[in-house]
């Protein structure tokens, strides 16, 4: 099954909206890989993960049909994660009936209260709102499961990953990530992912909470090989960058790839 990243970039885009800033500047006349639209992900058809304000631009550039997705998996109810409003334009009116396929979204208590207060009844957009429990299981049908695990990211927000497993592979989607409270190490010590995707917000700056920067990088992936979590061909990617981090990608690939680390790109895919 395809595992799509349709963005890698911070909540401002890169280039950053409203920015002059020189890595902006190179990102524009470089483009390419260096083109990030904000992160979000699509595994196979029917399993989306979080919503942003480059939901169409990302519908257009990558050929996707949201009107196949039954499962829509939000992270945290931050608004380059989650804009509610294109939810609406599944109603009538501006979808067919019967349109599109019935739809399940995941999330915590303030992705459901977002979403309730954006001005329309999810229901009558043939989707439905599931409030998700960290560390439970949810079943998404044709053997994929997808379990969220607790970031350090959103202050008093349940801010999740997903830990996604299918046909007896293991994917974790690791941006917003900060550094992972200790019942989530616990959890991911129990896993051997074949697939790990870990965040570089801040590039060449260290983070901590709420983010993460290039060397972090190193000691998260160092610390799920002390607890045995990665596989022996466990791929170890890297996302979720902002322009303050500095770095365009080939800086980046530069840093990581002496590390045996990919840096992920908009459109990159993988198996799972």
């Not at 109810?77 to 349109?99: I, T, V």
Request: glycine share 8%; aromatic share 10%.
């Amino acid at each position: 099954m395809t595992f799509t990243f349709l963005g890698t970039a911070a909540a401002e885009g890169w280039p950053a909206l409203w920015c002059p800033c020189r890595v902006c500047a190179d990102a524009r006349r470089l483009g390419g890989k260096n083109i990030r639209r904000r992160t979000a992900y699509q595994l196979g058809d029917r399993i989306h993960i979080d919503l942003g304000p480059d939901a169409f631009a990302q519908m257009l550039a990558f050929d996707l049909r949201y009107d196949r997705i039954e499962h829509l998996l939000i992270t945290h109810s931050h608004a380059d994660h989650l804009c509610p409003e294109e939810l609406h334009y599944r109603s009538a009116g501006f979808a067919p009936d019967p349109g599109p396929v019935p739809l399940t979204v995941w999330g915590n208590a303030q992705v459901e209260e977002r979403i309730r207060a954006a001005g329309f009844v999810l229901e009558s957009c043939r989707a439905r709102f599931e409030r998700i429990t960290p560390f439970e299981p949810i079943d998404l049908s044709e053997g994929v499961v997808a379990t969220p695990i607790l970031a350090d990211h959103a202050g008093e927000e349940q801010a999740v990953n997903y830990v996604l497993e299918c046909a007896g592979r293991t994917l974790l989607q690791g941006n917003d990530t900060g550094w992972w409270p200790e019942e989530t190490w616990a959890f991911l010590a129990t896993k051997v992912l074949d697939i790990a995707i870990i965040e570089a917000t801040y590039g060449d700056h260290r983070g901590g909470a709420h983010h993460l920067g290039a060397e972090d990088v190193l000691d998260v992936r160092d610390e799920l090989a002390k607890l045995g979590a990665l596989a022996s061909d466990c791929r170890v990617i890297t996302t979720h960058f902002s322009h303050n981090g500095g770095w365009l990608h080939e800086r980046l690939e530069a840093f990581f790839a002496p590390h045996g680390i990919e840096v992920a790109y908009d459109g990159m895919t993988l198996e799972l």
